[in-house]
T-cell receptor, first 119, second 111 residues
Framework: GAVVSQHPSWVICKSGTSVKIECRSL??????MFWYRQFPKQSLMLMAT?????????EQGVEKDKFLINHASLTLSTLTVTSAHPEDSSFYIC???????????????FGPGTRLTVL | QKEVEQNSGPLSVPEGAIASLNCTYS??????FFWYRQYSGKSPELIMF????GDKEDGRFTAQLNKASQYVSLLIRDSQPSDSATYLC???????????FGDGTTLTVKP
């Protein structure tokens, strides 16, 4: 149980284009999902908290107009990187909390990640 | 002071040895604590969580929690080369819904 998927697993795009990444909880309903970014050999960095049916909460320094987050259903959150530039190239990972899970409700289950390369 | 601190490592142990990974946290109100493993190029995966003082065992893994000292550790017994990864300590922020992750400790188990 508690499986999270992401699509696509990798994407290459041209500078200036927009890229959408999907995060789905496959076997549970996730009212809260999180989006992280990780550069090579660096720490996991939380970008935003995505709450179903409401606006996302962005971490300090993350541009909300550049990284658009939509959490329209209990099983799907999307991150759109708008007008992507080479410095946006990174590993984007989502996670989801299972509020009805057998374990701690604070447990985060991670998706496999999306590797974005902007040329 | 960081909210969650881990020894950056790298930590190297021989195969079959016990690997000890440490984590300290600053929020005395924290109630639960998580350990994740992240292989190079992959996303984190949950190993275990603990919320009571003392030890919690799951197979070769043992989490130890001491709330008075604000310290949580992960012991890996009979370490295997496949345990080579970065281990992340995570502490949920009180009343915030999100968690603070440590920077991780990189473990290498040498055959």
């Amino acid at each position: 149980g508690a499986v999270v998927s992401q699509h696509p697993s990798w994407v290459i795009c041209k500078s200036g284009t927009s890229v959408k990444i999907e995060c789905r909880s496959l076997d549970f309903q996730a009212t809260t999902m999180f989006w992280y970014r990780q550069f090579p050999k660096q720490s996991l960095m939380l970008m935003a908290t995505s709450n179903e049916g409401s606006k996302a909460t962005y971490e300090q320094g993350v541009e909300k107009d550049k990284f658009l987050i939509n959490h329209a259903s209990l099983t799907l959150s999307t991150l759109t990187v708008t007008s992507a530039h080479p410095e946006d190239s990174s590993f984007y990972i989502c996670s989801a909390r299972d509020p009805a899970g057998a374990g701690s409700t604070d447990t985060q289950y991670f998706g496999p990640g999306t590797r974005l390369t902007v040329l | 002071q960081k909210e969650v601190e881990q020894n950056s490592g790298p930590l190297s142990v021989p195969e079959g040895a016990i690997a000890s990974l440490n984590c300290t946290y600053s929020d005395r109100g924290s109630q639960s604590f998580f350990w994740y493993r992240q292989y190079s190029g992959k996303s984190p995966e949950l190993i275990m969580f603990i919320y009571s003082n003392g030890d919690k065992e799951d197979g070769r893994f043992t989490a130890q929690l001491n709330k008075a000292s604000q310290y949580v550790s992960l012991l890996i017994r009979d370490s295997q080369p496949s345990d080579s990864a970065t281990y992340l300590c995570a502490v949920p922020k009180t009343n915030a819904g999100k968690s603070t992750f440590g920077d991780g400790t990189t473990l290498t188990v040498k055959p």
